[in-house]
């Protein structure tokens, strides 16, 4: 939720904030009953993103999101998009067109003493009538940026596994058609 670090990777981003903190995580934990693991943070989170210049207006979310830690060393963070009645929790001024996370999620798995496996799933929609060939490609370079902005901070190096992946993605991206992801439903 730091607007400076989430663009360092997503160049879209205009603003984002946490606006609604839940500040009492152990009545969050109490609430799940230990089922869903430790409540690290959560909250109501607003996120506004730039004008694109293939022609794509600014758009706006609201979000629950959180981080759940596991006994086990695992994490889930997440988050889904609020309903159209939550939009009093809104900062005041005038509306965007809302893109709708349906669902953001990234889990992280130990693997090992310093490793972990680490799955992105993402339903979005960007709102409006946008075509996906339109918004395919803006999704895939946000989450390769923000893949490739973690990097540094999981690999001691180059030549790391995580480093290995990332090129290949590099080397692939030269030689795949881009028609191929820009008409994928």
């Not at 409540?39 to 609201?62: D, F, M, N």
């Not at 086990?72 to 939550?86: P, Y």
């Not at 090992?112 to 895939?140: C, K, R």
Request: hydrophobic share 35%; net charge negative; proline share 5%.
């Amino acid at each position: 939720m730091n607007k400076e670090k989430r663009q360092s990777w997503d160049p879209q981003i205009d603003n984002v904030a946490n606006l609604y903190p839940i500040n009492d995580l152990d009545e969050a934990n109490i609430a799940m009953n230990g089922k869903y693991g430790d409540c690290e943070t959560l909250g109501v989170g607003y996120t506004k993103t730039k004008a694109h210049p293939i022609g794509i207006s600014p758009r706006e979310q609201l979000t629950l999101c959180g981080i759940q830690n596991f006994a086990d060393g695992s994490a889930v963070i997440w988050g889904t998009e609020l309903a159209d009645w939550h939009d009093y929790l809104l900062p005041a001024g005038e509306r965007d067109t809302r893109a709708r996370s349906h669902l953001f999620c990234i889990a992280l798995v130990p693997t090992g003493e310093n490793s972990f496996d680490a799955e992105y799933s993402l339903q979005l929609d960007f709102g409006g009538n946008l075509p996906h060939w339109m918004t395919t490609t803006i999704v895939i370079d946000s989450v390769k940026g923000m893949f490739g902005k973690a990097q540094p901070y999981f690999v001691e190096g180059e030549g790391g596994e995580l480093d290995e992946i990332i090129q290949e993605e590099k080397k692939r991206d030269k030689f795949e058609d881009r028609k191929s992801i820009l008409f994928t439903p």
